[in-house]
């Protein structure tokens, strides 16, 4: 018997592609992209990252890394830190703006996804998220980690 497709994929990616837009809107006008907001938010979670862990963890290449921490660091919210280690490597630490560029991004992202989710209630909203968290790791999709990061600067 043939199985016919319930529409929940086609769903997910609606949503997703409306989420995302909607998220870059809503950062866009604090002078940030999504991809900025990621690398502040790992960087925040683990501070003294090297650009080259950071890179490896988010799936992109090198010099596009680079890129987006220029972009970070000519804001003043991220500072590279030679590490005490490895002399060739940088370490990524928020400067005292990044913190509060971090608090920005928190709210906002509060506000989005109450928006997004405002029709589910608190235990529906939960089950939603542990139901997406399987289908993301069955799909062997790195926890935390948009994967739009792994085409950024390709062609």
Known sequence: MERRPTGAA???AQLGAHAERRFGERVAQIGLTPADAGVI?????DPGVSQ????E???LLPSRMVALVDALESKGIV???RSTEDRRNYQLQLTERGQQVLQNLSRIAAEHEEDLCSSLSHEERARLRDLCSRIAEQQGLTSGVHPGYRHLGRK
């Open 57 to 59: 963890h988010l799936g």
């Open 79 to 81: 500072e590279r830190r």
């Open 41 to 45: 938010r790992k960087i925040a979670m």
């Open 10 to 12: 086609f769903l997910l």
């Open 52 to 55: 080259q862990a950071l890179a």
